[in-house]
C-alpha cells in the first residue's frame, strides 16, 4: 500500500494517515537513517560540513518529519489506536535519536569540522550551528563510556516513555470528567457557554448542561457561576487531575517522582551537580542560583500590591458576597465582580466584540503592517473540518513576476475531546537550503483549545483568548519569518529556550492598543467595533491583580527550578512546593490541590528547569515593546519601519546568533527590566538591566 508517512515531499496528507500506516513508515525511515548513519561515519564522507548534511541531515530531517506528523495527530486528534501505535514505536526513535547523539564516530568528524582552519570562514549561522552540534554531542552523553554511555541511553528511553504517559494521563483525566448540571446551577454563567453545554449534552442524548474540565467549559464557571458548590465540585476536580485522589491508573505521582530521579541521574553521569546545570546549558541564564534570584526579586517587587489586593478582595468577599472565608474556588468568581464594580467593565462585556473570523482578519492585517508581509487563505490536507490553512508571502518587489513564499501553517482552533489542553505551536517543517540547492520553506502548527461555534453562531473569543492567538502567533511568526538557511539555527531552532517566548510576548502587547483593537472588533450583532469608553474600562482593568499573578508564576517558576536544582527532592515534592509557598504565596492552596499532577510543561513538554522562561522573556518582550511605543508617541504603533527593524533583528535571525545579540542588535542595549514593572504596574524603582 501507498503509506502518505512517506510522501512528505510535499504537505503531509493528513485526510489519509491512519495508525497503521505508523510502523511501516519508522521501519523504512530508520532503516535509511541507520544507514546514513553508518555512511556518514565512514572513510567514504570526509569531516566536511556539506558531506555530512548531504548523508545524514536528508535522512534524519525525513525520520524527523514523518515522526512530528504522528505526533502532532496523537496530540490533536487522539484514538486508541493512534495511541497504541504511537506508544509502540516511541521508543524506536527515541532509541536511534539517543544513539546518533552520542556516537563517538560522528562526534569525532563534527569536532574535526570545527577544529579545520575552513571552520573560520564558514558563515555565521553554519558557524552557530556547528557549535550548537558540538555542544549537544557533550549534553547527549557522547563523551561517556562503558556502562555509564549504557545507562545514558536507558534513561532517555525511560524519560521519553515516562513523559508520554504523564501527558496522556492529563488528556485522560480531562476528557474523564463531565458533571450534567441542571440551567438552574449554572445562575450567572454566560448565555453562550450555557447553550454550548446543554448542546454538549444534547448530542449525548441526556438532559441538562454538560459541564467539562476543558478550558472553554470549565473557567467560564469559576469566573461567572454564582452556585458555590458547583464551583467547588469543578475546582476540586481539576487541580486533582490524573493524581492519587482520581482513578489510579492515571496518578502521574509515581511518574513525577521517577522523572525527577533520572534527570538527576542523568546530569551525574554527564558531570553536573544537578539537571538544573544540564537544563541551563543552551540557555541565557547562567546559572540556576541566578535564576532563583531573578525570581525572588520579582517576588520581592510584586509582593506589596498583591497583599493589598489580597486584603481588599477579602474585605470585598465578605462584606458584598457573604464570603466569610475566601476559597481557591471562589478567588475568580469575587475577583470578577470586585473587578466589575470598581472599573463597570466585565470581560463577559467585550466578548461579543470579538468574533473569531473578525479577530483572525485583523491579525493578519496588523502583521501585513508591520511585518511587510501578505497572509492568504491556502489549501492542503487538514485532520479536522474545523482546521484551515495559510501562506505566507513576500509581495512581490518591482520587476518581481510573482509573490515569493515565506511559509505556511495550520490553525486548528477549537477545543473537542482527544485534543490535548493548551494552546501551541510546532513547526512540521523547516526552512532550509536542502542539498542540491532546493529552497525549503517552513511550515507550521498552530493549535488553540477556543470555544467552538454554537447552532450556527460565529465563534467568539474571550480578550484572554485573543491574547493567546496573538501569542501563538508570534512563535509561528519566529518559525515562518525567518531567512536562516541552516536547518539547525532557522526559526526557532537553535534559540536558547529562556528567550524563546519573546516573539510569542511581544505580540500580546498589541492586544491593548486602541489602534489595533478597531481593526479586530465588530460586535457579533450589530458589527459595530469595540466603543472607546469600553475599551477604556478595559486598559484601566488591564493591571488588576497584577502582583496576585507575578506571584503564581513566580511560585510556578520557582518550584519548577528548585525540583531540579535540588537532587533527592523527588523524595519529598510536597515539602519543597509547601516551602516555596511559604516563601513567595500568599494565597493559600488547598491541601488537596495537586496542581503538580497537571504541569505537562515540566513533565511532559520541554520546560523542566525552564518555566522561568516566561517570566525572563518577558523582560525581553517588554524591552523590545517598549520601542513600539515610542514610535507610537510619533505616530503611530504600527510603525513599518520599526517593525522591519524588528523583523530583521529578531525573527529573521532565528537562531543563527545569541538572542542577547539579536535583542541589542534591535534596541542597541541590554534590555531592562523597567518596561515589564511598568507594564504591569510595579514601578515603583529605577530602571534595572538585567
Known sequence: MDNPLLQLDALPAYETIRPEHVGPA??????EANAALERAVGDAVPADYDALSAVLDVATERLSRAWGVVRH??????????????????????????????????FAKYKAVLAAPAAAALKPARRQALAHAVRDFVLAGAELQGEARQRFAQIQERQAELSRQFSEHVLD?????????????LDGVPDDVVQAAKAAAQAEGLEGCKLTLHFPSYFPV?????????????????????????????????????????RQEEAKLLGRASYAEVSLVPKMAESAQQVIGFLRDLAKRARPGAERDLAELRAFARDQLGLNELQAWDIPFASERLKEQRYAFSDQEVKPYFVQERVLDGLFRIVETLFEVRIRADEAPVWHPSVRFFRIERPAATGDAAPRLLGQFYLDPHARPGKRPGAWMDGTRS??????????????????NFAPPVEGRPALLTHDDVQTLFHEFGHGLHHLLTQVDELGVSGISGVEWDAVELPSQFMENLCWEWEVLQRLSAHVDSGEPLPRVLFDRMLAAKNFHSGLQMLRQVEFSLIDMRLHAEPGSEQDIGALCDAVRAEVAIVPTPAFNRFLHGFSHIFAGGYAAGYYSYKWAE???????SAFEEAAQRGSVLDTATGKRYRESVLEAGGSRS????????????????????????????????
Request: glycine letters at 6%; proline letters at 6%; a negative charge.
Open 619 to 625: 523582560v525581553l518582550s517588554a524591552d523590545a515593546w
Open 26 to 31: 519508522v521501519d523504512v525511515l530508520l532503516a
Open 73 to 106: 495527530l496523537n496530540a490533536v486528534m487522539d484514538t486508541p489506536a493512534l495511541r497504541a501505535a504511537y506508544t509502540e514505536n516511541l521508543p524506536r526513535i527515541t532509541e536511534f535519536h539517543t544513539r546518533m547523539g552520542a556516537d563517538e564516530r560522528l
Open 431 to 448: 526552512r532550509w537550503a536542502r542539498p542540491g540547492g532546493s529552497l525549503q520553506t517552513p511550515v507550521a502548527h498552530l493549535v488553540c
Open 659 to 690: 538572542a542577547m545579540e539579536s535583542f541589542k542588535s534591535f534596541r542597541g542595549r541590554e534590555p531592562r527590566i523597567d518596561a515589564l514593572l511598568r507594564h504591569q504596574g510595579l514601578d515603583d524603582g529605577p530602571p534595572d538591566a538585567v
Open 173 to 185: 483525566a480531562t476528557d474523564g470528567f463531565a458533571h450534567y448540571a441542571s440551567e438552574a446551577e
Open 222 to 262: 469559576m469566573q461567572y457561576g454564582r452556585n458555590r458548590r458547583l464551583r467547588e465540585k469543578l475546582y476540586t476536580a481539576y487541580v486533582t487531575r490524573a493524581s492519587e485522589l482520581g482513578p489510579v491508573a492515571l496518578d502521574n505521582g509515581p511518574l513525577m517522582r521517577e522523572l525527577l530521579a533520572l
